[in-house]
């Protein structure tokens, strides 16, 4: 009986996970990125990148790869594309050679905010449809599910 529970759950995950890709793709990730005919000029990996390092102090490069889940070699060339737009630096550890630590200039955390500002504003757009209870239930929803995603 236990097996038999097991897959169930499985299934509705599966089933889950099918249903609200594409609901993602129309609804939620379409306000990250800016409105079509909007130049970013960023790439969406060089974006969260800067989000990243908004959002948190200043952090080594191995810490920002592991965070978004790319090699070293990818994180590389993000950085570099960041150093070359003048948003970001990366420096030398003090206390660890080895380390290379990067952090947003000021230039990064301007477009970072304005970027961010845009973001929230189609997002409120977007959720003035809501009920603040829906609100309340999406905000726990999609924390909770984070939450669970760092774990697999």
Request: with cysteine.
């Amino acid at each position: 009986m236990e097996m038999l529970l097991l897959i169930g759950t499985i299934r509705d995950v599966a089933d889950a996970i099918f249903e609200l890709e594409p609901q993602f793709n129309d609804k939620i990730a379409t306000l990250i990125m800016p409105p079509k005919g909007e130049e970013l000029a960023l790439t969406r990996s060089q974006f969260k990148t800067l989000v990243l390092l908004m959002l948190g102090p200043s952090r080594s490069a191995s810490e920002l790869g592991e965070a978004m889940g790319l090699t070293k070699a990818s994180l590389t060339g993000i950085l570099d594309a960041l150093e070359s737009k003048g948003l970001a630096t990366r420096a030398v550890d003090g206390k660890d050679r080895r380390r290379n630590i990067v952090t947003l200039t000021q230039a990064g955390r301007d477009l970072c905010g304005a970027k961010m500002a845009e973001f929230e504003s189609r997002l409120e757009a977007r959720m003035s449809y809501l009920s603040d209870a829906d609100r309340v239930d999406l905000a726990r929803c999609l924390s909770g599910a984070a939450a669970i995603l760092k774990k697999l």
